[in-house]
């Protein structure tokens, strides 16, 4: 069973740096994607960033120059560096990766179970 683990969340002040880890375990087929979604309080979940196999990244306009995805496919784990942290980025933080199949025919989606980030002002 297809498993994501997320770390690195917590509390920081506005202005501040957090950095966000998820690895993925329990299969060793081929991850197309890995990113990072958020949900404030009350809200929907709202896209923040995507980085396909071969690197190439996407992110919200709301976080462009501010977080950073990476990824180690080695180890199977995404990064999001998140700097210049707003009271406005508070939310939970949830890892997606889209997992394909043995032929990579198609993906399958898979969440993370959320850690959660706090800026203070």
């Known amino acids: 069973q297809v498993q994501l683990v997320e770390s690195g969340g917590g509390l920081v002040q506005a202005g501040g740096t957090l950095r966000l880890s998820c690895t993925a375990s329990g299969s060793n087929r081929s991850i197309k994607t890995m990113g990072w979604y958020r949900q404030a309080p009350g809200k929907q979940r709202d896209f923040v960033a995507r980085i396909t196999r071969d690197g190439t990244t996407t992110y919200a306009d709301s976080v462009k120059g501010r977080f950073t995805i990476s990824r180690d496919n080695s180890n199977r784990t995404a990064y999001l560096q998140m700097n210049s942290l707003k009271p406005d980025d508070t939310a939970v933080y949830y890892c997606?990766?889209?997992?394909?199949?043995?032929?990579?025919?198609?993906?399958?989606?898979?969440w993370g179970q959320g850690t959660q980030v706090t800026v203070s002002s």
């Open positions: 997606n990766a889209k997992i394909l199949s043995v032929m990579e025919t198609f993906s399958v989606a898979y």
